[in-house]
């Protein structure tokens, strides 16, 4: 079974523009996460999709914000980048048929630089 | 503000020995726990999920979780160099009516040859 796959891999972007990244969960998931990890402030939560809705938040501007399809995949959106937008971001699926299936598996990351 | 505690490391082992990692939560609450592996550059590859107190062991890795004590911690036997990467702790905190995955700092192991 193929795992979470994020495009593109890698960004360039400079301050003031927006950019918007792509992540496919593994077949059968239905939520699907997204963080942004930098070295000085770790791996942190950006927002939850379920069933295109957006379930839960992080402590983020809402310069981020993100969308889910009927077929799971996900989009988030960044606009009006800053310099320390750049990081790696994250996106993570599982399957949440029950409460119990609540690990969540990674995809690469697309790392995004801003200039 | 619910927060996961790792120590930041780095921690350094000879290859062979036991590396022990651990983590601590503030949210009693807490039902589920995860230990979550990342080389540099790379994303976290899931090691481990515990969700019962008492140990759970996966090959050379053992999971330890107290709930009482809001404690978790892994245990890697016969350490390689290939384990030298940062493992992160992860806990499913009670957000509203969802579920929230915060993870600690990571702690960063080296395993010596």
């Known amino acids: 079974k193929a795992g979470v796959t994020q495009t593109p891999r890698y960004l360039i972007k400079t301050r003031g523009q927006q950019v918007t990244l792509s992540c496919s969960p593994i077949?059968?998931?239905?939520?699907v996460s997204w963080y942004q990890q930098t070295p000085g402030q770790g791996l942190q939560f950006l927002f939850e999709?379920?069933?295109?809705?957006?379930?839960n938040k992080g402590n983020f501007p809402g310069r981020f914000s993100g969308r889910q399809f009927s077929n799971s995949r996900s989009e988030m959106n960044v606009s009006t980048l800053e310099l320390g937008d750049s990081a790696l971001y994250l996106c993570?699926?599982?399957?949440?048929?029950?409460?119990?299936?609540?690990?969540?598996?990674f995809g690469p990351g697309t790392r995004l630089l801003v200039l | 503000q619910k927060e996961v505690e790792q120590n930041s490391g780095p921690l350094s082992v000879p290859e062979g020995a036991i590396a022990s990692l651990n983590c601590t939560y503030s949210?009693?609450?807490?039902?589920?726990f995860f230990w979550y592996r990342q080389y540099s550059g790379k994303s976290p590859e899931l090691i481990m999920f515990?969700?019962?107190?008492g140990d759970k062991e996966d090959g050379r890795f053992t999971a330890q979780l107290n709930k009482a004590s809001q404690y978790v911690s892994l245990l890697i036997r016969d350490s390689q160099p290939s384990d030298s990467a940062t493992y992160l702790c992860?806990?499913?905190?009670?957000?509203?009516?969802?579920?929230?995955?915060?993870f600690g700092s990571g702690t960063q192991l080296t395993v010596l040859p």
């Open positions: 993570a699926s599982r399957r949440d048929r029950v409460p119990s299936e609540e690990t969540q598996y």
């Open positions: 999709y379920f069933s295109e809705t957006q379930r």
């Open positions: 949210d009693r609450g807490s039902q589920s």
């Open positions: 992860a806990v499913n905190f009670l957000s509203g009516s969802a579920r929230q995955l915060t």
């Open positions: 077949s059968g998931h239905r939520s």
């Open positions: 515990i969700y019962s107190n």
